[in-house]
């Protein structure tokens, strides 16, 4: 099976621009969540989807949205890009089930200039 | 709210030593409790969980960990080091008994393991 797919790898962006990221989930994994990693911070959680249908949602500003379509794919957004927005955004799948592993994409780096 | 504490932020072991990278957490019900570990430039790697039963519970390239209930603590480990098991380990929960899983996998910030030869 193919592991957790996100792109782009690397993104460079300037202040007050948007973005969107992309995760494509491993085949039969219909749970999706993303979260942001920074050095400062460690592992925050963004949102989850299941299902096409938002889970639970992290503390973040509104500049920061996603969604999940009918195939299990997700996508993010953020909006009008701040500096503290630089980042390692990662992905990560699995399937039904609270006991169960998720598995985690690769992760885009964002810089923010 | 649950919470993870990772007390170390650096552990420095010789080859060959045991390792134990610490975790402690904090859930109002039951925890399941997993450990990833995340090489240079790399998305994290599910290592191992517990979810109920033997409180040791063994994982991929030689580690363990032991939950203990009591102590809320959830302490990774191996027996004999490696060099390239040096990386960033992350220890997370969730908590079992919050509903039909509409809670997060929340993760501590990370214990960085370094092997030194």
């Known amino acids: 099976k193919a592991g957790v797919t996100q792109t782009p790898r690397y993104l460079i962006k300037t202040r007050g621009q948007q973005v969107t990221l992309s995760c494509s989930p491993i085949s039969g994994h219909r749970s999706v969540s993303w979260y942001q990693q920074t050095p400062g911070q460690g592992l925050q959680f963004l949102f989850e989807?299941?299902?096409?249908?938002?889970?639970n949602k992290g503390n973040f500003p509104g500049r920061f949205s996603g969604r999940q379509f009918s195939n299990s794919r997700s996508e993010m957004n953020v909006s009008t890009l701040e500096l503290g927005d630089s980042a390692l955004y990662l992905c990560a799948s699995r399937n039904r089930g609270t006991y169960l592993e998720q598995y985690f994409g690769p992760g885009t780096r964002l810089t923010v200039t | 709210a649950q919470s993870v504490a990772q007390p170390e932020d650096q552990v420095n072991v010789a080859e060959g030593n045991p390792l134990t990278v610490k975790c402690t957490y904090s859930?109002?019900?039951?925890?399941?409790l997993f450990w990833y570990v995340q090489y240079p430039n790399r998305g994290l790697q599910f290592l191992l969980k517990?979810?109920?039963?033997?409180?040791l519970v063994k994982g991929s390239y030689g580690f363990e960990a032991e939950f203990n209930k009591s102590q809320t603590s959830f302490h990774l480990k191996k027996p004999s080091a490696l060099v390239s098991d040096s990386a960033l380990y992350f220890c997370a929960v969730r908590d079992m008994n919050a509903g039909s899983g509409n809670t997060p996998l929340v993760f501590g910030k990370g214990t960085r393991l370094s092997v030194i030869a």
């Open positions: 517990y979810i109920t039963g033997d409180n």
């Open positions: 989807y299941f299902s096409e249908t938002q889970r």
């Open positions: 859930v109002s019900g039951n925890p399941y």
